[in-house]
């Protein structure tokens, strides 16, 4: 089986590199994030990224609509413009955040990971591993606006940054589901969520597929803060400002120290962890979970 296809080959094949931003706000120069005016929005079809260069950060919005589903795609893009920006000296900080109303993340895409061949399955999770480490280990301070449900991948991705603010919308729950769907979460998943709300909390939580609403994902420390929701984006600024008053070197070496081990034990086995990603989820009992899973999604339509 081939498991070596690198992110950067991916990136090659599949994007057109930097766009200025397609859709509504393309040929405009938008106000950046932090409100200086003249900087110009760049990005990719599915990451509209909203530079405030002199403010030492920029806001990076998902926009992979309906629900910012983590497809190859996405993955690959979310991943070029971290890079983009973790290459660039002029920013320090990152707020992500939705730009699908109401919506985080779903979570990894169910169509990755159903019905497709043991090479694809391998290049996806090669791709998912890939985010979280660059995600997880970035030196740049990066904090997420959680506005909208953010499931299982999606809240992978927010467990990853330095600090998290949630919109306080009940409808807005967050959490590690796997188990609803018959599926695990693998063990650097378990890791990132231990590292956050700690073990007996993370035991629970990851058994019984729990989303925790607003309220309870601050009180478990899933969250750091809960703000009204037109104010999650101001509020991850405020935040912002505390992080980047601290010496860069001083935060990173530490972040770097607290985080490390977690990710060495992912490094150490990356390839063995493909493998039990592919044989897993090829399961005849696995694929079938997933139709029904997915089949049930698009019944509560009807
Ligand atoms: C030995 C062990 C080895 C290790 C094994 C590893 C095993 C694998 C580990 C995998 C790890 C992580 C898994 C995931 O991240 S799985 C994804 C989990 N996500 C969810 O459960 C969320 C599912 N979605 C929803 O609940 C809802 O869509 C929503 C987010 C609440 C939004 O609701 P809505 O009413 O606004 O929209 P809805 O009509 O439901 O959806 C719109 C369309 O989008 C499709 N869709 C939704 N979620 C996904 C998804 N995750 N992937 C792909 N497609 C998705 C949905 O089907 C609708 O499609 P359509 O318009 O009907 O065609």
């Known amino acids: 089986m081939a498991l070596a296809v690198g992110i950067r080959g991916l990136t090659r094949s599949l994007l057109r590199p930097w766009v200025r931003v397609p859709g509504p706000a393309r040929g405009r120069t938008e106000p950046a994030a932090g409100g200086g ?39 690959t893009e979310l991943l070029i413009s971290l890079e983009k920006l973790e290459s660039d000296k002029a920013f320090h900080a990152i707020i992500l955040t939705s730009d ?29 591993q890939e985010l979280w480490l660059r995600f997880y280990l970035s030196h740049l301070v990066v904090i997420s606006a959680i506005n909208g449900v953010n499931a299982a991948g999606g809240c992978l991705l927010a467990l990853s940054c330095d600090y998290r603010v949630l919109a306080d919308n009940p409808k807005y729950a967050m959490g590690l589901n796997e188990t609803l769907l018959g599926i695990i979460a ?32 601050l009180q478990v420390g899933m969250v750091d803060k809960v703000v009204p929701e037109d104010q999650v984006l101001s509020a991850a600024r405020s935040e912002l400002a505390q992080w980047l008053a601290i010496p860069g070197h001083a935060r990173q070496l530490t972040k770097s120290l607290m985080r490390k081990p977690t990710a060495d034990r992912l490094l150490k086995e990356r390839d063995a962890d493909i493998q039990n990603f592919v044989r897993f989820i090829s399961r005849d009992a696995i694929q079938k ?14």
């Open 186 to 217: 693998p063990f650097w998943f378990k890791d990132t969520l231990v590292n956050t709300v700690g073990h007996r909390t993370a035991e629970r939580a990851l058994q019984l597929g729990l989303l925790f609403p607003p309220a309870e994902a």
């Open 37 to 75: 005016d003249g900087v110009r929005c760049f990005g990719s079809p599915r990451v509209l990224v909203e530079p405030d260069p002199a403010a030492g950060f920029a806001v990076m919005k998902m926009r992979n609509p309906p629900v910012n589903s983590l497809s190859l795609e996405f993955l």
């Open 289 to 302: 979970a997933l139709r029904v899973y997915l089949e049930k999604l698009k019944q509560k339509k009807t």
């Open 100 to 128: 699908c109303p109401g919506i985080f993340s779903a979570g990894l895409d169910l169509m990755e990971m159903c019905g497709r061949d043991p090479t694809h399955y391998a290049e996806y999770w090669k791709a998912v």
